[in-house]
C-alpha cells in the first residue's frame, strides 16, 4: 500500500473520527438541553406547589375564629394592686397603674391618665393606626418571693388555656426581668416587645396540656408597661404583628350571674 493510500485513509478515519465526536457532542447538547428544560419545569412547578402551600395555610387560618380565652384583654384594673380577670402567684407585692387608654386615632383619642407619655410612646414605637376598641397600658411594679416563682395570670388550672392556642402581650420591660412560655416575636423602638406563644393540640386522643406559665416575673424587683395580654383559640398570625383585641364569648359563670340579676329584677316587691 501506497504512501498516498495510507494518507487518505488516515484522513477519511480522521474526518469520521471528528464527525462522530460532533454527533456526540451533538446529541449531548441535546440531552443537556431536555434536562435543563425539565429542570425548569420542576422549578416551576417546585415553586407553584410551595406557592399553593402557603395559600392554603394562609386560607385556612384566614377561615378559622380567634376567639378569646382569658378574660378582661383591654386590662381594666381592679384597684391599685391587681387586674380584673387576673391572678399572680409568688409575689410579696404586686402594683398597677393605668398611665394611658389606647383608642381610635393617635393623639386625638388617647387618654394620658398619668401624663407620662406613655400612649405618645406606645404610638410613637409599636402602633400609629386607628383602634377600633379601647384598651389600657397598665404599669406593674412587683416584688418576688425569694423561694417561689412568680407568675402574672396563671389560669392553667381553669381549663381555657388548653388545645391549639395563642397567647399574646405588647410589654416594656423597665427594670428587671421576665420570662416564661412566651418569646420576643417582634422588637420594636425604645424596648417595645411583641410576645407570643403558640401551641398545636398535643395529643388528639387524650387531655390536653398548656404551659404553665405564660409570663414568668423572673426577677426578685420589676417594673414594666403591658398591654392586650390574653389568649386566643388557634394559630394567629404572630408574624403579621396581628395581634390586638379579639372577640370573647360569654362563658357559663357570666351566664348565671346573667340570670340571678335578671331574676333580681323580675322578682315583684315585697
Known amino acids: 500500500m501506497s504512501t498516498d493510500n495510507i494518507t487518505e485513509?488516515?484522513?477519511?478515519?480522521?474526518?469520521?473520527?471528528?464527525?462522530?465526536?460532533?454527533s456526540v457532542q451533538d446529541h449531548a447538547g441535546n440531552i443537556n438541553?431536555?434536562?435543563?428544560?425539565?429542570?425548569?419545569?420542576?422549578?416551576?412547578?417546585?415553586?407553584?406547589?410551595?406557592?399553593?402551600?402557603?395559600?392554603?395555610?394562609?386560607?385556612?387560618?384566614g377561615e378559622q375564629s380567634h376567639i378569646l380565652l382569658s378574660r378582661n384583654q383591654q386590662m381594666e384594673p381592679l384597684g391599685s394592686g391587681a387586674i380584673k380577670g387576673f391572678n399572680t402567684i409568688g409575689l410579696t407585692s404586686f402594683e398597677v397603674t393605668k398611665e394611658a387608654t389606647i383608642y381610635a386615632n393617635p393623639g386625638t383619642n388617647d387618654t394620658e391618665h398619668t401624663d407620662a407619655g406613655v400612649a405618645q410612646n406606645f404610638r410613637s414605637n409599636v402602633y400609629d393606626g386607628y383602634v377600633n376598641g379601647p384598651f389600657h397600658i397598665l404599669?406593674?411594679?412587683?416584688?418576688?418571693?425569694?423561694?417561689?416563682?412568680?407568675?402574672?395570670?396563671?389560669?392553667?388550672?381553669?381549663?381555657y388555656h388548653q388545645g391549639a392556642l395563642t397567647t399574646g402581650c405588647y410589654l416594656k420591660v423597665i427594670s428587671g426581668s421576665v420570662g416564661g412560655a412566651m418569646w420576643p416575636v417582634t422588637q420594636f423602638?425604645?424596648?417595645?416587645?411583641?410576645?407570643?406563644?403558640?401551641?398545636?393540640?398535643?395529643?388528639?386522643?387524650?387531655?390536653?396540656?398548656?404551659?404553665?406559665?405564660?409570663?414568668?416575673?423572673?426577677?426578685?424587683t420589676g417594673e414594666a408597661l403591658i398591654c392586650l395580654f390574653g389568649t386566643v383559640s388557634?394559630?394567629?398570625?404572630?408574624?403579621?404583628?396581628?395581634?390586638?383585641?379579639?372577640?370573647e364569648f360569654a362563658r357559663p359563670s357570666d351566664i348565671d350571674g346573667l340570670n340571678t340579676r335578671l331574676s333580681n329584677l323580675e322578682a315583684p316587691p315585697a
Open 9 to 22: 485513509l488516515l484522513t477519511q478515519v480522521a474526518v469520521r473520527a471528528n464527525a462522530l465526536c460532533q
Open 33 to 61: 438541553a431536555t434536562v435543563n428544560a425539565k429542570k425548569a419545569e420542576l422549578n416551576v412547578a417546585k415553586q407553584q406547589a410551595q406557592q399553593d402551600i402557603q395559600n392554603y395555610i394562609a386560607g385556612a387560618r
Open 139 to 159: 404599669r406593674i411594679k412587683w416584688t418576688r418571693d425569694p423561694e417561689k416563682t412568680a407568675r402574672l395570670d396563671d389560669n392553667f388550672s381553669n381549663g
Open 189 to 220: 423602638g425604645d424596648g417595645w416587645q411583641l410576645l407570643g406563644t403558640r401551641q398545636k393540640v398535643n395529643n388528639q386522643g387524650g387531655a390536653f396540656v398548656a404551659p404553665h406559665a405564660k409570663l414568668l416575673l423572673s426577677s426578685l
Open 234 to 247: 388557634g394559630y394567629a398570625n404572630l408574624e403579621a404583628n396581628a395581634w390586638g383585641r379579639f372577640a
